[in-house]
């Protein structure tokens, strides 16, 4: 209980301490880090809890970043317009994925998710009116959310709302009807369970709240392009859960902050001997990452939300 | 291929049909086509007067048709409480509730228990279904069953891979649970079957070859001949 105050804190006067100490890029780039958290950790509810394998989940966050962006673009400049219309387009994107998508199993439901990311990435690719594959720059964050002070505050209040509502959700009957899915499908279905529904009950969740994540992240950059749906946008926030911990409350946030936190450390801060070693080593920060993931899929199978948990109750792991 | 071919199987209320048959005779595809995993080509099912061959298997299962698997199925990662207050879960209302923790909710448990007392599980309530030895495993299974409150349920091979003392047990456990609720119980363990059914179904070759109470069955030639052999002429 003190640690989560002492987090909450650290949270909230975060911002205020940079902007006085002029270091306003950290602030934006906490706000960058806690918006792949959101799209993490949503991707997190279809995959570790409701283990649905989802390869497409960028393109849920993709739907919200363009209808956020479009919105914008066309002179709908309220957040409190744009935002829930981009959360809406990808709750019906996923349900139509969703509902195509769930009549498979295994790899199938793998390759058919990402058939239809991709399909969605050609899509807005070929949307010239809103930039092609070139993007589309914002000429402002919606409702003017410029101040990045503001924006910080903005993103950490959706954030633990989104984490609020997947605690209780996790808990709730639908939480264990989908982990007991996840678990058992066949016994599920056999006694009563209508799985299908569930299923697609909980994609669209996953997707609405991934696109919620979108229309942040469009906000932020004050630019969108077609990459944020790309099959590696999907692969990373995949990565992120796995760091982090599937099926874990703070699996998609605590990976989503390691795996940003590395790319930036690896690409700003040079270090010395390993540039002598390998010159341009920067430029593929992936190679690390991929070292530290491999290293937390061989020691930490429970991701590293499943690590802390392991220590704080002395050694028993825990079990879903 | 054809695994059942015209068979005409009648279930009344309140008995225990046994179903027999030596292996490959399609007790397992009848089962499939009865409880809905496996839609049959032709014919049709009727549960309690109304028609349910294109029914699925969950819709099956609400309006009272509830089976238990030959091969162990359960929720190995869930508490053997929580496997049974799921399958309540299922039963008792709707499941899309998205902000109440189970947990406050006493009533489910309540009635999870219960299960556990009939089954005789109370005792290992907060283990992990995982952890269960096999002959616990196939109570928790039929526990699963039973938690829908089924007004048939269908028992596929409850004894299976169990030794003399647990069979006794699942034994005792359908005689316990018999009075409550129509058991079609599918079985090679002949001294359970001879010793639990009302009437008795043989299925050979797809093919019913003959359906009748216990000295009937045992007396009649054609069954003999086909699958029971020396077994019980003695």
Known sequence: ???????????????????????????????????????ATSLNLVLGYGGMISFGHAAFVGTGAYVASICVAEGVKSAWLGWPAAVAAAALAALVIGAVSLRTRGVYFIMITLAFAQMAFYLVSSMKAYGGDEGLTLPSRASDLGNEVVFYYVVLFLLSASLLLLHRLANSRFGRAIVAIRENETRAEAVGLPVFRYQLACFVIGGAVAGLAGALLANHGKYVNPNVLHWSQSGELMIMVILGGVGRLWGGAIGAAVLLGLEHLIADYPIAWLERLAPNYQDHASLGVGLVLLAIVLFAPQGLAGLADRKTRGGNSAAA | MVATDGVSLEIAQGEVHALIG??????????????????????????????????????????????????TSIFRRFSVLDNVALAVQARSGSSFSFWRPVADETELFKEAFTILQDVNLESSQHVLAGNLSHGDQRALEVGLAL????????????????????????????????????????????????????????????????????????????????????????
Do not use: C
């Not at chain 1, 006067?13 to 792949?36: C, E, G, K, T, W």
């Not at chain 2, 269908?154 to 359908?174: Q, V």
């Open chain 2, 147 to 234: 938690a829908t409150r089924p007004r048939l349920v269908l028992l596929d091979e409850p004894m299976a891979g169990m030794g003399p003392e647990e069979s006794r047990g699942m034994i005792a456990l359908i005689e316990r649970i018999r009075s409550r609720v129509t058991v079609l119980l599918v079985e090679h363990d002949m001294d359970a079957v001879f010793r639990l059914a009302d009437r008795i179904s043989v299925l050979v070759g797809g093919r019913l070859l003959a359906s009748g109470r216990p000295q009937e069955i045992r007396a009649n030639d054609e069954v003999r001949r086909a699958y029971l052999g020396d077994e019980i002429a003695a």
């Open chain 1, 1 to 39: 209980m003190k640690k989560n105050i002492f987090l909450t804190v650290v949270f909230l006067i975060f911002p205020l301490v940079m902007q006085a100490s002029d270091n306003l890029f950290y602030v934006s780039f906490a706000s960058r880090v806690m918006i792949y958290a959101l799209a």
């Open chain 2, 22 to 71: 030596p292996n490959g005779a399609g007790k397992t595809t009848l089962i499939a086509q009865i409880t809905g995993s496996l839609p049959p080509d032709s014919g049709s099912i009727f549960f309690v007067e109304k028609e349910i061959t294109r029914a699925s298997l969950h819709e099956r299962v609400r309006i009272g048709l509830a089976r238990s698997y030959q091969i």
